[in-house]
C-alpha cells in the first residue's frame, strides 16, 4: 500500500468515527463512555495521519 493510500484509508476512518461520534451523541441515551472512546480513537487518527504527511526531518 502506498503511503497516499494509506493515508486516504486513515482520513476515511477518522471521517467515518465523526460521523459515529455525531450520531451516538444525538441518540436519547447518550453513552458518554463510549463517545469519549471514540474521540479518543479519531484522535489517535487524526495524530497519525499529521505524522505520516509531516516532512523527514534530517538530523
Not at 1 to 19: F, G, P, V
Not at 38 to 51: D, G
Request: net charge positive.
Amino acid at each position: 500500500m502506498s503511503m497516499e493510500s494509506h493515508i486516504a484509508e486513515l482520513q476515511r476512518r477518522h471521517a467515518a468515527l465523526d460521523r459515529e461520534i455525531v450520531d451516538a451523541s444525538a441518540h436519547p441515551s447518550v453513552d458518554e463512555i463510549r463517545v469519549t472512546e471514540l474521540k479518543r480513537k479519531k484522535l489517535a487518527l487524526k495524530e497519525q495521519i499529521e505524522r505520516l504527511k509531516a516532512p523527514m526531518s534530517v538530523h
